[in-house]
C-alpha cells in the first residue's frame, strides 16, 4: 500500500501561480510513474501531468506550457507548478500512483493510488 498526501492547494486570482506536492509514504518506489488529475464538480476526472521514474513527463493538452510537474525521488514527493492560472482550472486535484503502469498513462483506471484531494479555486 502506498499513502498519498496533497497539499498547497487554495483560492488565487486568475493569472495567478500555485505550487501543490503530494507526499508519498509506504510500499513507495522510485520505479512507479506518479501522476495528477483533477475533477471539477459534475465533471469527469481529467488527466493534468505524469512523471516516470527518470523524469519523463506528459502533460494534458489544457494544461501544457503552463504547469510543470517534477518530482524528488529523496523524500518521495511529487509536485505540480501551476502557472497562469484560469477559472476553468477550478478543481479538486488528486495526486495518484501508477505502480504496474510502465508509460505514463493519461487515464486514471491505471492508477492504483490516490490521496485525499486538495481544492484548486481560481477566482476570475
Known amino acids: 500500500q502506498v499513502q498519498l498526501v496533497e497539499s498547497g492547494g487554495g483560492l488565487v486570482q486568475a493569472g495567478g501561480s500555485l505550487s501543490l506536492s503530494c507526499v508519498a509514504s509506504g510500499r513507495t518506489s522510485s520505479r512507479y510513474v506518479m501522476g495528477w488529475f483533477r475533477q471539477a464538480p459534475g465533471k469527469e476526472r481529467e488527466f493534468v501531468a505524469a512523471?516516470?521514474?527518470?523524469?519523463?513527463?506528459s502533460y494534458g493538452n489544457s494544461v501544457k506550457g503552463r504547469f510543470s510537474i517534477s518530482r524528488d525521488n529523496a523524500v518521495n514527493t511529487v509536485y505540480l507548478q501551476m502557472n497562469s492560472l484560469k477559472p476553468e482550472d477550478t478543481a479538486v486535484y488528486y495526486c495518484?500512483?501508477?505502480?504496474?503502469?510502465?508509460?505514463?498513462?493519461?487515464?486514471?483506471?491505471?492508477?492504483?493510488?490516490w490521496g485525499q484531494g486538495t481544492q484548486v479555486t481560481v477566482s476570475s
Open positions: 512523471i516516470g521514474r527518470f523524469g519523463d513527463t
Open positions: 495518484a500512483v501508477g505502480a504496474v503502469i510502465s508509460y505514463l498513462s493519461d487515464d486514471y483506471r491505471r492508477y492504483d493510488f
